[in-house]
């Protein structure tokens, strides 16, 4: 399968288009099933996040590459990588050591828009 300059093969590199489309990511517990956030891809983060098994994202308010954990130390371990059938989106099960979400709750989904509307 050939590969790109960022390691990944033509099929995965198919659904970013280009360098500078973003995919969304979801990130999953792997034991749990629950969803903990969603984040942004580009080409270079899914590359990195492959060959290092740790879920490194783009950051679209800072234009910049975000190894989640790199500052607070909860890290996402990945496990597994799945693409859906549109190939547009991709989930991340993912080990996840401490919070997801930067508000210190373990996923960034803690708000149920039915409870709130009660």
Sequence with gaps: MPMNQHGLSEAVRKLLKDSHTLIPAIAQDHVSGKILMLAWMNEESLAITLATKKA???????????????????????????????????????????????????????????????
């Design 56 to 118: 490194t994202y783009w950051s679209r308010s800072r234009n910049e590459l975000w190894v989640k954990g790199s500052t607070s130390g909860h890290f996402q371990f990945i496990k597994d990588v799945w693409l859906d059938c549109d190939g547009d989106a991709l989930v991340l099960s993912v080990e996840q050591i401490g919070s997801a979400c930067h508000t210190g709750e373990l996923s960034c989904f803690h708000q149920n828009l039915l409870e709130i509307s009660e």
